[in-house]
Every structure is written in structure tokens, then in C-alpha cells.
């Protein structure tokens, strides 16, 4: 039986997924913190190639044939019977905040398009008709893991609790973010070269005028919310 995770862009629903796979339950990879700490969440990760960390083993049919992630809540209803949902919700203000540095052209879709997604993501939380557990994914971003918040997604999920580990993990999860808004606060005002590594978002930066665009946007959006 595969579970399944719901979230919108932005909703950390990747790092809930390996935070899940933290307990004893799961121990197709081995040892755990070692694989995390090389391959996931290592030291040079950061903004400009976090995507490609991202999906490096996101679609792995290892992690998939035990928990599946979707940002579209159409998903979790063409799974073949998943056996439990976790969707996350986020206020779409907080998911932008989240997402800007990691992919500044958000998809193409632009501020408000990106604002109402999440929005309308969020809506449609409503037509699931199944065993769901709802979270808001803002109560994980703190440095320490919320031990309440764990506690019930183990609970959920009936799985081992292995807080200790999970929050090990959770720590260097959220110092790489921290880090990455500073990195992304202080990047240089002229282009000569996308510093995003990812394709997807260089391929969108070819000049100075897109450039200036993504400038005044990370700008505007890292120092409304410090």
C-alpha cells in the first residue's frame, strides 16, 4: 500500500517525505543520515541548485513505491489506493517566499498567477474523500522540529517515532534555507550569467531587462519579510 503527500508549490512536502522516511520502518537506504547528509541536504546546497537536488530522487521508484508526492490534489484520486494522504496547505504569501529563491521565474507563471495556484490548491483540499490528515506546512519552518507536529504524522502513518534523527535532519533542512535567502538577497545586480543552475530557470534569464525583472522581485519580497 503506497501513502501519498499533498502539497502545494513550496509546501516542503519533498522534505516532509524524507523526514517520514527517518523512522525504522523505512530502511531501504542505510546508513540514513550519512545518505542525507551526502546526497539530500549536503553542504553546497544552496538556492541556485536546489532544484536539482530537489528532483534528483524524486521520482525514484525506491521512495515512490512507498510514499508518492503531488502538488496536484487531482493526483492522490489516480493513485491506485493509496492507503493514507497527507496534504499540506500554506498560506500562498508564505509558499512565495519559500519557492522565490529556488526558482525566481516561478514557473512562468508569475506573482499572482503563482498567488492564486496556491490559493485555489488550497480550495480544493475540500473534494478529498479519504482517510486525509491536514497540516499546515508553515509550522515546519523552525529551526527545531515541532515535536507535536511530528508526533502526529507518525501517528497518522502508524509508523516508528525517530524524532531524534528526523530533527538532526530537519536542522540542516532549514540552515541551508536561511542561508539561501541571504544568498539570494545579495546576488549581482548585472547578469553574466544565470547563477541558477537549473535549466529550467536559466533557459528563462537571457538578459538584462529579464534579469532586472527577477532583481526587483526577490528584493521587494526578501525585505517585506524578513
Not at 553546497?44 to 508518492?68: A, M
Amino acid at each position: 500500500m503506497i501513502h501519498c503527500i499533498c502539497s502545494p508549490v513550496g509546501g516542503y512536502m519533498n522534505h516532509l517525505r524524507w523526514l517520514i522516511f527517518m523512522s525504522s520502518n523505512y530502511n531501504f537506504i542505510s546508513p540514513k543520515l550519512d545518505f542525507i547528509m551526502q546526497n539530500i541536504y549536503p553542504s553546497d546546497r544552496t538556492c541556485f541548485n536546489w532544484l536539482n537536488y530537489e528532483w534528483k530522487y524524486r521520482r525514484s521508484r525506491l521512495l515512490t513505491g512507498f510514499i508518492q508526492i503531488s502538488h496536484e490534489i487531482e493526483d492522490i484520486n489516480s493513485i491506485q489506493d493509496p492507503k493514507k494522504v497527507i496534504a499540506l496547505t500554506m498560506n500562498p504569501h508564505k509558499a512565495l517566499h519559500h519557492y522565490l529563491k529556488f526558482n525566481p521565474t516561478l514557473n512562468q507563471m508569475g506573482e499572482q498567477g503563482f498567488l492564486y495556484g496556491i490559493q485555489l490548491y488550497n480550495e480544493k483540499l475540500t473534494t478529498l474523500n479519504r482517510d486525509i490528515l491536514i497540516l499546515n506546512s508553515e509550522h515546519l519552518y523552525t529551526s527545531v522540529l515541532d515535536r507535536e507536529y511530528y508526533g502526529k504524522i507518525i501517528e497518522f502513518l502508524n509508523i516508528e517515532d525517530n524524532y531524534d534523527i528526523a530533527n538532526m535532519v530537519h536542522k540542516v533542512w532549514y540552515d541551508l534555507n536561511e542561508r539561501s535567502i541571504e544568498l539570494v538577497k545579495h546576488i549581482p545586480k548585472q547578469i553574466t550569467f544565470s547563477p541558477w543552475k537549473s535549466k529550467s530557470v536559466s533557459d528563462m534569464l537571457t538578459n538584462q531587462a529579464e534579469y532586472d525583472i527577477i532583481l526587483e522581485q526577490i528584493n521587494r519580497i526578501y525585505e517585506n519579510n524578513k
